[in-house]
């Protein structure tokens, strides 16, 4: 089993900055991948951003340019860095772990969510 525990929400103003952290606990060895995912309010739940454990990173077109995701190995966490906020990025984000077999990404673990919301 794997925990992850997600830090950082809040409210922000649009065009300001949010940085968002998930670490991971547990068995790390059975996850070489993790991500986020955000769901706003009557939405349908959706991919943000993906990060390997080779550092390999992938991200929506809604985010990109924008957004950017990171690890650090040693703290078995991942940060999702959020700039230039727009009121359309608020929902709740939830953090994920699993492992990429092929093209496809199996998301086995999730954190409880944290709320972005952003808002003048």
């Known amino acids: 089993q794997v925990q992850l525990v997600e830090s950082g929400g809040g409210l922000v103003q649009p065009g300001g900055s949010l940085r968002l952290s998930c670490a991971a606990s547990g068995k790390i060895s059975s996850i070489n991948a993790m991500g986020w995912y955000r769901q706003a309010p009557g939405k349908q739940r959706e991919y943000v951003a993906r990060?390997?454990?080779?550092?390999?990173?992938n991200y929506a077109d809604s985010v990109k340019g924008r957004f950017t995701i990171s690890r650090d190995n040693a703290k078995n966490t991942v940060y999702l860095q959020m700039n230039s906020l727009k009121a359309e990025d608020t929902a709740v984000y939830s953090c994920?772990?699993?492992?990429?077999?092929?093209?496809?990404?199996?998301?086995?673990?999730w954190g409880q969510g944290t709320q972005v919301t952003v808002s003048s």
């Open positions: 990060i390997t454990n080779t550092g390999s990173t």
């Open positions: 994920a772990a699993g492992r990429v077999i092929g093209i496809i990404t199996q998301w086995n673990y």
